[in-house]
């Protein structure tokens, strides 16, 4: 595992997204796993700068998002898929046919989480995994559990984690209670993983990730055993790691 050091958000971004664009640049076809959430908003800005200054182009890049709400249609306001097209496919010239975000309208769980995996395998999973992370350490919506977590399934998430996305809503009543995701184990297939992290809230998480025990009681912390994992985080989020 390689930690970067950033020095507040915005450097995070730009360094994050300057490994985004390295891989779309080496492999115009890359499958990119995409996150959600405020982290990565700043990394997806710079790309879209990027792309309209002709030095990026996304033509053939297939995403797979991490996960999705059960229950919202694809263009509730609230949804994945609508966040992913506000802040960055409606914005560069992404094929819409190549973008893919578990189908949260699909309340047969077992259909929607059974499809998605096997769109995922048959794209020979993901050349690069954008992560952010989760206060209680989890990773996409695989929240602290017994076991890791294989495929992509439904989850309850935790209270934490609903009151983290309270603020995204009108009402704390209003945030869905369960949520399709890629499982741990279709996260380690990735060739390369790459995890953002900012604020001192992030403290915590950041340090059992990466100094702690590999337990599923902190999701991310198996991401120690990939071959090819970098963490950046900003100087509040690096605050409790001995570097």
């Not at 994050?16 to 115009?28: D, E, R, V």
């Not at 694809?74 to 819409?96: A, G």
């Not at 934490?160 to 209003?174: K, M, V, W, Y």
């Not at 900012?198 to 337990?215: I, R």
């Amino acid at each position: 595992m390689k930690i970067r050091r950033a020095k507040d958000y915005a450097d995070m971004s730009r360094k994050a997204a300057n490994i985004i664009s390295a891989q779309i640049i080496l492999k115009p076809c890359a499958r990119i796993g995409l996150a959600t959430g405020s982290t990565p908003i700043g990394a997806y800005q710079q790309l879209i700068d990027w792309y309209r200054k002709d030095d990026l182009d996304f033509a053939e890049v297939v995403t797979y998002n991490l996960d999705e709400y059960r229950g919202l249609a694809h263009d509730d306001p609230q949804s994945y898929h609508y966040f992913m097209r506000k802040n960055l496919f409606d914005h560069v010239n992404i094929d819409l046919a190549n973008t893919h975000v578990p189908d949260g309208s699909n309340l047969d769980a077992e259909a929607a989480c059974a499809e998605y995996d096997a769109m995922v395998k048959a794209e020979g999973y993901m050349d690069l995994q954008l992560l952010g992370i989760g206060n209680n350490g989890h990773i996409g919506f695989n929240e602290p559990d017994e076991v890791f977590s294989k495929g992509t399934h439904c989850v309850d998430l935790t209270e934490s984690t609903i009151q983290a996305n309270s603020r995204l809503f009108d009402r704390p009543e209003d945030v869905p209670r369960q949520a399709y995701t890629m499982g741990v184990q279709t996260i380690m297939h990735a060739r390369s993983i790459l995890v953002i992290a900012n604020g001192d809230a992030k403290a915590q998480a950041v340090y059992d990730m990466c100094f702690g025990p590999v337990t599923p009681r902190v999701p991310a912390s198996i991401l120690q055993l990939h071959t090819n994992c970098t963490v950046i985080a900003d100087e509040a989020a690096l605050a409790l790691c001995p570097l």
